[in-house]
Nanobody, 123 residues
C-alpha cells in the first residue's frame, strides 16, 4: 500500500514558478512509477508528466514540455514537479499518482492517488 500526500500548490502570477511535492509512505518510488495529473473545474483529469526510475522512461504532455520537470529525491520517497513559465491555463488541481512498474500516461492505470493540491495562475 502506498499513501501519497501532495504539497506546494498556491497562487502565482503568469510566468512564475512553483514546485509541487509528493511524499510517499508505505513504499518508496524505487519500484513504482510516478505520474502527475491535473484537473480543472468542469474538465476531465489529464496527464501532465510521468517517470519510471526502473527504466528511466519519462513522458510529458505537449502542453507542459520544456516548462515542467518531474524528478525524485535521493531517498526515493518524494517526487517533485517543477513548474516554470506558468500560464493561466495551467490552473488546476494537481494530483500525484503511483503505479507499480513502468510509467503511463493513462489515468486508469494508476493504483494510488494523492488528495490533490491547487495551483492557480493569475494573468
Amino acid at each position: 500500500q502506498v499513501q501519497l500526500v501532495e504539497s506546494g500548490g498556491g497562487l502565482v502570477q503568469a510566468g512564475g514558478s512553483l514546485r509541487l511535492s509528493c511524499a510517499a509512505s508505505g513504499r518508496t518510488f524505487r519500484s513504482y512509477a510516478a505520474g502527475w495529473f491535473r484537473q480543472a473545474p468542469g474538465k476531465e483529469r489529464e496527464f501532465v508528466a510521468a517517470k519510471s526510475w526502473s527504466n528511466g522512461n519519462t513522458y510529458y504532455a505537449d502542453s507542459v514540455k520544456g516548462r515542467f520537470t518531474i524528478s525524485r529525491d535521493n531517498a526515493q520517497t518524494t517526487v517533485y514537479l517543477q513548474m516554470n513559465s506558468l500560464k493561466p491555463e495551467d490552473t488546476a488541481s494537481y494530483y500525484c499518482a503511483a503505479r507499480y512498474g513502468s510509467s503511463s500516461e493513462r489515468v486508469d492505470t494508476y493504483n494510488y492517488w494523492g488528495q490533490g493540491t491547487q495551483v492557480t495562475v493569475s494573468s
